[in-house]
């Protein structure tokens, strides 16, 4: 077992064999939304919830690493890239509400930064769909190069593969969401972070497809609780290995609570999702 395989399998619980991550890194792209703005003081509410891991910028897992230094902490993760898709993007031509998301990607910090930060994995986007294909090769050169270096110190890498470029006109299409899962794994990725189809039978397409790990993200915040945990109903019925959800749990009315119905349904535990 490698040093990337270890720190991976301790994401992973280890009577479901599934994980619950939860995402703090919005802030790099849209700044402090509603819920967020005391950036410690979430984070601390959010470890003291339990999860397996929390993903966050470089800048906040510096400011936050003393919050896990603790046995039995949730796993710090780092978001080693970024895009531009700030509301000030809106109004650009295109079919997507924000179409220049995407669009503008740059790698803000290598796995050897991550690690000395005492990061336990990294995360990266593969974003399909971009207008300028020169974009998605920048993207796949910039993924792959990380994930090498990743491999040879011991990193696990996560990629975000979603179907965000200018030309997507559904962000749910299950064949494009494969190949997007497909060509993030055949790059050197450890696990998937992607979107849920919506749908148990065409996600179950999805992770056919993928030999490594997939997780499915949050996406925008569910006015209730009901909603997000039945989509992770269906997405753990398809086979996905967890989730990895940021709004819904840190803007929620009680994200203690959302963190425990979650976890509920992710791990099984006996009488958490009811």
Request: charged letters at 20%; aromatic letters at 6%.
């Amino acid at each position: 077992m490698s040093g990337a395989d270890l720190r991976m399998a301790r994401l992973f619980d280890k009577a479901s064999g599934r994980t619950f991550i939860t995402a703090f890194d919005h802030g790099s792209t849209v700044g402090p939304r509603a819920g967020s703005e005391n950036a410690l003081g979430v984070l601390e509410r959010i470890v003291a919830a339990g999860p397996d891991g929390i993903l966050m910028a470089p800048g906040i897992m510096k400011l936050a690493a003393p919050l896990f230094g603790f046995r039995g902490a949730p796993a710090p993760i780092v978001r080693a890239d970024w895009i531009f898709n700030h509301d000030v993007m809106k109004g650009l031509p295109g079919p997507l509400q924000d179409p220049a998301q995407g669009e503008h990607y740059r790698v803000i910090c290598s796995p050897r930064d991550a690690l000395e930060m005492g990061a336990e994995a990294i995360t990266m986007f593969l974003i399909v769909g971009t207008e300028k294909g020169s974009a998605f090769a920048d993207n796949v050169r910039d993924l792959a190069a990380a994930a090498n270096e990743a491999r040879a110190i011991g990193v696990p890498v996560i990629v975000e593969s979603v179907l965000w470029g200018a030309r997507i006109e559904d962000q749910r299409d299950p064949e494009l969401l494969a190949f997007a899962a497909r060509v993030a794994a055949e790059l050197g990725a450890d696990m998937i972070k992607t979107t849920y189809t919506g749908d148990p039978e065409t996600m179950r397409q999805v992770i056919a497809g993928c030999p490594v790990p997939v997780l499915v993200l949050g996406g925008v915040r569910a006015a209730t609780p009901e909603p997000v945990l039945e989509a992770t109903r269906g997405a753990i019925a398809a086979g996905a290995r967890g989730a990895v959800y940021g709004r819904n749990v840190w803007q929620a009315d009680d994200p203690a609570e959302m963190c425990r119905l979650l976890r509920g349904v992710i791990h099984g535990e006996a009488g958490a999702a009811a």
